[in-house]
């Protein structure tokens, strides 16, 4: 059984900094693309920044030069460091991992439980 948890989240000023984990355990062949995704209430989910399994990132254009996305392949690790939050970043973040458990069947998408990010003074 694969699962995905999240820590990280909680409420701080804006400005302020939080830096997300997600790790990935169970029986993993291997994890290819990893991603941090959020919703915020009444809106879609959206993707915040993605990253592939050979260390290429994107990013959604709110949150260029303010997130970095990074991950640690050796513990199956994905981070997202957030720097000058802004109210506007309140959301629930999701980690998101395409990963293949079984030589038989195709990678897949997983997801994490989310994790509140509170941006308020």
């Known amino acids: 059984q694969v699962q995905l948890v999240e820590s990280g989240g909680g409420l701080v000023q804006p400005g302020g900094s939080l830096r997300l984990s997600c790790a990935a355990s169970?029986?993993?062949?291997?994890?290819?693309?990893m991603g941090w995704y959020r919703q915020a209430p009444g809106k879609q989910l959206e993707l915040v920044a993605g990253?592939?399994?050979?260390?290429?990132?994107n990013y959604d254009d709110s949150v260029k030069g303010r997130f970095t996305i990074s991950r640690d392949n050796a513990i199956n690790t994905v981070y997202l460091q957030m720097n000058s939050l802004e109210p506007e970043d309140t959301a629930v973040y999701y980690c998101?991992?395409?990963?293949?458990?079984?030589?038989?069947?195709?990678?897949?998408?997983?997801w994490g439980q989310g994790t509140q990010v509170t941006v308020s003074s």
């Open positions: 998101n991992a395409n990963l293949k458990i079984s030589p038989l069947r195709p990678a897949r998408d997983y």
């Open positions: 169970g029986s993993i062949l291997r994890i290819n693309a």
């Open positions: 990253i592939t399994n050979g260390g290429n990132t």
